[in-house]
């Protein structure tokens, strides 16, 4: 079944220390998001790509980096955690084209991520 | 309103109940509403999407309307079962581009 699959499920770092949460899909589809959930609150948006065109939330701290190499692979990097940056990190993909904003988006199963 | 707002944050239910949940989000600039459904270790689920003032989604025991001019939509699950526990989240996108802000969903319990 076409997916979109995040690794690792859990992921406990040090503080400081850089850390990589990887997302790939099955599902070829132009766009990738990653959201920052954090307990009870709203999933919030970090940035998205749209093929390789990244754009990144006016506040989004510049300690959160992405890269995608290519459709299928995005990742995201924190350089330097903190224990504020505890939380469930999803990934989601979308369809492109006209009337991308209308178009499901389709989540992967989150990674949460302990700083220590 | 700037944000996505939903309410009840959560809901105790016996099975067989009928329930709704409300979604209030910016009118202005509205694109598209979404529904989402996310039990727990697994991926949110999409429901439906909606565009239009007055549209109506059912799926099975779910649907959902949607008034843009006042900016709300309404979630109904008739006849809950304990299978349809979850997180229901709401999210509405902006006119022109992917930017989707989410509310905090309501947290459904189902008890048998």
Redesign the interface.
């Given at each position: 079944d076409a997916m979109?699959i995040q690794n690792p499920r859990y992921q406990v770092t040090q503080f400081g220390k850089p850390v990589t949460l990887s997302c790939s899909q099955t599902l070829n589809h132009n766009?990738m998001?990653w959201?920052q959930q954090k307990s009870?609150?709203?999933?919030?948006?970090l940035f998205?790509y749209?093929d390789k065109d990244f754009?990144n939330?006016a506040d989004t701290p510049d300690n959160f980096q992405s890269r995608r190499p290519n459709t299928s692979f995005c990742f995201l990097d924190i350089r330097s955690p903190g224990l504020g940056d505890a939380a469930m990190y999803?990934c989601?993909t979308?369809r492109g084209g006209a009337g991308?904003?209308?178009?499901?988006?389709?989540?992967?199963?989150?990674t949460r991520l302990t700083v220590l | 309103i700037l944000n996505v707002e939903q309410s009840p944050q959560s809901l105790h239910v016996q099975e067989g109940d009928s329930t709704n949940f409300t979604c209030s989000f910016p009118s202005s600039n509205f694109y598209a509403l979404h529904w989402y459904r996310w039990e727990t270790a697994k991926s949110p689920e999409a429901l439906f999407v909606m565009t239009l003032n007055g549209d109506e989604k059912k799926k099975g025991r779910i649907s959902a309307t949607l008034n843009t001019k006042e900016g709300y939509s309404y979630l109904y699950i008739k006849g809950s079962q304990p299978e349809d526990s979850a997180t229901y989240l709401c999210a509405s996108t902006n006119t022109g581009g992917f930017k989707t802000i989410f509310g905090a969903g309501t947290r459904l319990f189902v008890k048998a």
């Open positions: 979109v766009v998001y959201y009870s609150q709203a999933p919030k948006l998205h749209y754009n939330e999803l989601a979308s991308g904003g209308y178009n499901e988006q389709f989540f992967g199963p989150g | -």
